[in-house]
T-cell receptor, first 113, second 111 residues
Framework: GAGVSQSPRYKVTKRGQDVALRCDPI?????LYWYRQALGQGPEFLTY????????KSGLPNDRFSAERPEGSISTLTIQRTEQRDSAMYRC???????????FGPGTRLTVT | LAKTTQPISMDSYEGQEVNITCSHN???????ITWYQQFPSQGPRFIIQ???TKVTNEVASLFIPADRKSSTLSLPRVSLSDTAVYYC????????????FGRGTSLIVHP
């Protein structure tokens, strides 16, 4: 079956622009997680959802970052007024019921110039 | 949240057994231990999860002593394709589980 998909795979944007990153989880998965990963580091938790409810957003770096999952399936991570320090790999993962095993997507490589 | 400590890097040779130990001294009663593997340019992939004693699947074994303050991921007879970063996570499954990956252990398998 289809795994987790993310789009776009690569995004280059100019500083100050807004970007929207999309995650399409495995069908039927309740939980959806967003991470940011810098080179040589492990994934850094940003936020997660159970169904459409955002359960925790403590990892979002500042108020320029937001996420939604309005129908409990596809999720969008939005970064407003991007800055160069936002450049990173953004990863999405889903799990059937939050019971530990997460399935990761291929990630979106964001470059802010 | 339980903090985990694991070696930054390890080296091994093809055919050897590799054991990666993770320390989690302040693990809570309801916490599980989960290991992920990550290849370059890919997202992490679940390997194994356990609560106590020993868990084995087709890929690896996980040994957890009675005090649960550490755990050891065992990879039997590694091959070059096992070269990857391995992450140990500790958290309460089903609760407000915030996955914390840390830097992981970079395993390099040599011919």
């Amino acid at each position: 079956g289809a795994g987790v998909s993310q789009s776009p795979r690569y995004k280059v944007t100019k500083r100050g622009q807004d970007v929207a990153l999309r995650c399409d989880p495995i069908s039927g998965h309740v939980s959806l997680y967003w991470y940011r990963q810098a080179l040589g580091q492990g994934p850094e938790f940003l936020t997660y959802f159970n169904y459409e409810a955002q359960q925790d957003k403590s990892g979002l770096p500042n108020d320029r970052f937001s996420a939604e999952r309005p129908e409990g399936s596809i999720s969008t991570l939005t970064i407003q007024r991007t800055e160069q320090r936002d450049s990173a790999m953004y990863r999405c993962a889903s799990s059937l019921d939050g019971e530990g095993e997460q399935y990761f997507g291929p990630g979106t490589r964001l470059t802010v110039t | 949240l339980a903090k985990t400590t694991q070696p930054i890097s390890m080296d091994s040779y093809e055919g050897q057994e590799v054991n990666i130990t993770c320390s989690h001294n302040n693990i809570a009663t309801n916490d599980y231990i989960t290991w992920y593997q990550q290849f370059p340019s890919q997202g992490p992939r679940f390997i194994i999860q356990g609560y106590k004693t020993k868990v084995t699947n087709e890929v690896a074994s996980l040994f957890i002593p009675a005090d649960r303050k550490s755990s050891t991921l065992s990879l039997p007879r590694v091959s070059l394709s096992d070269t990857a970063v391995y992450y140990c996570l500790v958290g309460e499954i089903g609760g407000s589980y915030i996955p914390t990956f840390g830097r992981g252990t970079s395993l390099i398998v040599h011919p």
